[in-house]
């Protein structure tokens, strides 16, 4: 008699944890569906100071000057060229880097300079590929620079070596005021 | 000998259960670091555009975030169908961005400021009237530092 009153005891004084693991199952899912990984990544830029005058590209040499023009219908020229989004990039690439030396192309990399206009009617989506192709344009003559001099790719260069070859290719974009010829919405 | 077996047999009981609790609770920690809260429901529908030379924003203390798109269905009687700016969790236009930048500075310290990206977050078929109003404010509030929203386009 004694002795099972003694087990009684001890089996209200301990608080059953096997159900533990099923609250925080619980707690996990609601966490789970409630939540979302956010990551965001984009096309990283920086636009210039605000100044109440337009900057005169005219005063460049037109050799140097890459003008893109997009119109309302989504159509690009390039340097007085209609040209496909897609050869975009090989197109700027030849350009900045100028490898046979031609008198039309920039000088080199570090005068080379790109012109971007477009119109208020051109869809956000074309601009962005656009935009993109010079990025890509740029950020494949600094690897293949990195690769040349250093052996490695340009992410995995040290700080410094990196700036060095962002000094010697630096991506200048400029852009005018957009025409406003094409229909907005 | 034959007892030595036996006692062997009878320290394998059922594995406890006693840490699976503890496990469960790491898996919970771990999603509860690394996730955020929806933080404000969209009014304006925003699908980004594909692009390929994407850079990772990795201080989310300092993006801030304008979405501009079509208002939603359900919104339209209110803002109507034309391309719109979400700034928290209103409904604005181009206007209102100076001070959407200037109360969203006040959270930073101020050693930050200087690092503070806006991460504009851009419906595909929105057209650059919109966006060049955009920039001109963003320019004007001497934020320079922006980052087109883009989802990865596979080559």
Redesign the interface.
């Known amino acids: 008699m004694l002795k099972k009153k003694g087990s009684k005891g001890r089996q209200s004084n301990e608080i059953n944890?096997?159900s533990?693991?099923d609250?925080?199952?619980l707690?996990?899912i609601f966490?789970?569906v409630?939540?979302?990984?956010?990551?965001?990544?984009?096309?990283?830029?920086?636009?210039?100071?605000?100044s109440d005058d337009e900057p005169d590209i005219t005063k460049l040499k037109e050799r140097n000057v890459y003008s893109v023009l997009v119109n309302a219908n989504n159509e690009l020229l390039v340097r007085n060229e209609p040209m496909q989004a897609r050869n975009l990039r090989k197109n700027a690439k030849e350009f900045i880097s100028n490898p046979e030396n031609r008198p039309d192309y920039a000088e080199k990399p570090e005068k080379a300079i790109i012109s971007l206009k477009?119109?208020?009617?051109?869809?956000?989506?074309t601009?962005?590929?656009v935009?993109?192709e010079l990025?890509?344009a740029y950020?494949e003559l600094r690897n293949e620079m990195a690769e040349r001099t250093h052996g490695k790719p340009y992410e995995f260069l040290e700080k410094a070596d990196q700036k060095v070859i962002r000094n010697k290719i630096p991506l200048i974009i400029s852009e005018a005021?957009?025409t406003?010829f094409?229909?907005?919405? | 000998m034959g007892k030595f077996n036996e006692g062997k047999g009878k320290e394998m009981p059922a594995v406890s259960t006693a840490s699976l609790p503890d496990i469960i609770f790491m898996l919970l920690f771990f999603f509860m670091v690394t996730t955020v809260l929806r933080e404000n429901t969209l009014k304006v529908d925003v699908v980004t555009p594909k692009a390929t030379e994407l850079t990772k924003l990795i201080h989310k203390t300092l993006v801030n975030t304008i979405h501009v798109g079509k208002p939603k269905e359900q919104y339209q009687p209110i803002y109507g169908t034309a391309p719109m700016l979400q700034l928290g969790d209103a409904v604005k236009g181009p206007g209102d961005i100076p001070l959407f930048l200037e109360n969203f500075k006040q959270k930073v310290p101020e050693s930050k400021r200087g690092l503070i990206i806006s991460s504009l977050k851009v419906d595909g078929d929105v057209t650059m009237g919109i966006l060049q109003d955009i920039k001109t404010k963003l320019r004007q509030s001497n934020q320079l530092k922006i980052n087109y929203s883009a989802k990865t386009k596979e080559q």
């Open positions: 944890a096997g533990m693991a609250i925080a199952f707690l996990l966490f789970l409630t939540t979302q990984i956010a990551e965001d990544k984009g096309v990283l830029t920086t636009l210039p100071p605000w477009n119109d208020r009617g051109t869809k956000y989506e601009y962005i590929e935009l993109n990025k890509g950020n005021e957009p406003a094409g229909e907005e919405g």
